[in-house]
């Protein structure tokens, strides 16, 4: 039998692009690095930041659903009136 080489299909990007990987644990918040015994982040002042970025994020969730449903409402609302 013969054999049939066949050429794995790259695309340009790929073979461009470089593989790097990352030393060690880095900061969610900065991207810098960050020691083996914390979580998140590598500095009080960037756990700070994490925290703020949080409470915005639980914040915006909540006034979406808050929104929604007024929305629901007023189109209750709609529905009803003569």
Not at 26 to 39: D, E, K
């Amino acid at each position: 039998m013969s054999r049939l080489e066949v050429e794995p299909k790259v695309s340009p990007e790929a073979e461009r692009s470089d593989v790097v990987a990352s030393s060690g644990p880095t900061c969610a918040v900065c991207g810098g690095p960050r020691a083996l015994r914390r979580r998140e982040a590598c500095s009080d002042k960037c756990r700070a930041e994490l925290s703020r970025r949080r409470q915005k994020d639980a914040l915006r969730a909540r006034y979406s659903e808050i929104r929604a449903l007024l929305a629901t409402a007023l189109k209750k609302l709609d529905e009803g009136a003569p």
